[in-house]
Nanobody, 128 residues
Framework: QVQLVESGGGLVQPGGSLRLSCVYS????????IGWFRQAPGKEREYISS???????YYVDSVKGRFTISRDNAKNTVYLQMSSLRPEDTAVYYC??????????????????????WGQGTQVTVSS
């Protein structure tokens, strides 16, 4: 059974930083791509970044240079380090996993429909 649990969200001032964590279980890491998505109120869920077992990663332009995805296979954890946060980054952030090859960074950005397993989300609010 695949489970994903996010943590690390919270309230931060503009320009601040947060690190989100996604602990996964039931995942054979070599077979899965792990992605981060976010959903702001009244908006559709959008892809942010993803990584796969070969270490490749992809970022959408809106977060490129500010967000970094990384993984610690020994801890079954994928991180999203977020810096220079802006009010428009406010959203619920989700991690997700997929075995679909089109979910891998090579084919990014990926629609949420390609991802089979989802965490419950963690709220990030950027406000002064």
């Amino acid at each position: 059974q695949v489970q994903l649990v996010e943590s690390g969200g919270g309230l931060v001032q503009p320009g601040g930083s947060l690190r989100l964590s996604c602990v996964y279980s039931g995942v054979f890491v070599d077979d899965y791509a792990i992605g981060w998505f976010r959903q702001a109120p009244g908006k559709e869920r959008e892809y942010i970044s993803s990584t796969s077992s070969d270490g490749s990663a992809y970022y959408v332009d809106s977060v490129k240079g500010r967000f970094t995805i990384s993984r610690d296979n020994a801890k079954n954890t994928v991180y999203l380090q977020m810096s220079s946060l802006r009010p428009e980054d406010t959203a619920v952030y989700y991690c997700a996993a997929t075995t679909d090859s089109y979910g891998r960074p090579f084919y990014a950005p990926s629609p949420p429909s390609l991802y089979e397993y989802w965490g419950q989300g963690t709220q990030v609010t950027v406000s002064s």
